[in-house]
């Protein structure tokens, strides 16, 4: 494995960066995206000169309307919706991140190479949990042992590039073509430790889904018996049973967090703006606003967590009716099968990159990730792999979860 990842990267130095990004950014946001933002960038501007092969037509539409769309929200957000468009501004450079969708499969080349440094861009954030977990498991004592109660060291963004590199780590090591390490169950091993450490249900109602669905899948019932061992020994831990048992409290109105924002402040803030608010332009003032005094609200909430009431406010009717028509397109891509050239190649690597991103979607039915940046970020690679999956000269990546063939 290290002579192919020598010999591969060397070949390629904008792969090599793509790599060192998605290896870096599970430790550290600021520092990943640097290479991310080179590659994107590097891939646009060889675009606008003609020198780049045509992209999946699908991705090309939903992107380029998704851009478009945050571009609009400024005016609107100006003159419409009168809010502050500074705050448009602040996140208006992941424009440039985009391109990332398309230059992933521009990357990984065509023919037997393909799926080879398709291999590579898994491994990277794979290993990348290893330092995640590192600093995590000094982190999380230290802070303990300082007064944090545990649930307070924790973050929404890390458990989810746990569970992602879980699943592309779980591909690596059931496809038979890929040379099996021991260090990749270790990986394993940390990131399910790493998503148990941080305490998000959201994460853990997510992984689970996706794990069974990955088990349906590929028929390794075994599986099945190892998840009811691992959820016995997950719940025999206090701080995790008493985790799952608080969901009676959060359900509650009194509760002042989820439930609040979706009964409560979405009925009264979305007829304020059909046309949106801008992009990333809402903030914990806009729905305390728009509460009476007697409801209680959680400090420093400032998006709704949910993907698709999130996309609403922030961009209106038009910018969440063309996110979900991209959302069903992945999904469409994702298990529509076809009979393409890599279909007994790319089976099992392909149902890693799928279920890593039903994974994320699921946990976005209860958290605000597609606007996160490291989330952000993963989806857009999670894209980008989706469509290494169709053959060259393919309008789509239709091909993704084939039936398995009988011998």
Same mark, same amino acid.
């Given at each position: ?15 090599? @960066? ?69 705050? +448009? ?16 499969? /521009? ?43 545990? @649930? ?13 590199? @879980?699943?592309?780590?779980? /591909? ?87 439930? +609040? ?58 910018? +969440?009716?063309?996110?979900? =028509? ?29 279920? =890593? ?12 990730? @597609? ?37």
């Amino acid at each position: 494995m290290r002579d192919t990842l020598k010999k591969t990267l060397s070949a390629n130095p904008m792969l090599w @960066f793509l790599a060192l990004g998605l290896f870096l950014l599970p430790i550290s946001n600021s520092i990943g995206q640097v290479p991310l933002y080179i590659v994107a960038v590097h891939w646009l501007v060889g675009a606008l000169r003609g020198h780049r092969s045509r992209p999946d037509k699908y991705s090309l539409w939903f992107v380029a309307g998704f851009a478009l769309l945050i571009l609009l929200s400024i005016p609107i957000a100006a003159f419409v919706a009168n809010t502050d468009v500074s705050r +448009v501004f602040d996140k208006i450079n992941r424009l440039l991140l985009l391109p990332l969708v398309f230059a992933i499969p /521009a990357l990984c080349g065509a023919g037997e190479k393909r799926l080879e440094n398709l291999s590579v861009l898994m491994v990277a954030p794979v290993l990348g949990i290893v330092l995640l977990a590192g600093y995590d498991f000094v982190r999380v004592p230290l802070e303990i042992r300082a007064g944090t109660p545990l @649930f307070h060291t924790g973050n929404m963004s890390s458990p989810q590039l746990y569970m992602v590199a @879980f699943f592309l780590g779980l /591909a690596l090591i059931t496809d038979r073509k890929f040379p099996r390490s021991q260090w990749l169950w270790f990986c394993l091993a940390l990131a399910l430790a790493g998503i148990l450490l941080h305490h998000k249900r959201g994460v853990w109602l997510a992984t689970t889904m996706a794990l069974l669905g990955w088990t349906f899948w590929s028929r390794q019932w075994k599986t099945l018996f190892l998840m009811g061992v691992i959820g016995l020994l997950a719940f025999s831990l206090p701080d995790v049973r008493s985790r799952l048992l608080e969901l009676r409290e959060v359900i509650q109105p009194t509760h002042g967090g989820r439930m +609040v924002l979706w009964t409560e402040v979405v009925p009264r803030i979305l007829p304020e703006y059909p046309f949106g608010m801008g992009y990333n332009a809402s903030r914990y003032e806009d729905f305390r606003a728009v509460l009476p005094r007697e409801i209680h609200l959680e400090e420093g909430l400032r998006h709704l967590h949910n993907n698709f009431l999130q996309n609403r406010l922030e961009l209106g009717w038009q910018g +969440v009716v063309w996110w979900c =028509a991209w959302m069903l397109v992945v999904l469409w891509k994702c298990f529509r099968g076809h009979r393409g050239q890599y279909r007994g190649q790319s089976r099992v690597l392909a149902a890693g990159v799928v279920f =890593a991103l039903v994974a994320l979607l699921l946990n976005g039915m209860v958290e605000y990730n @597609f606007g996160t940046s490291e989330t952000f970020m993963l989806y857009l690679g999670l894209f980008g792999m989706l469509d290494v999956f169709a053959p060259k000269g393919s309008p789509s990546a239709n091909a993704i979860l084939p039936k398995q063939e009988t011998p």
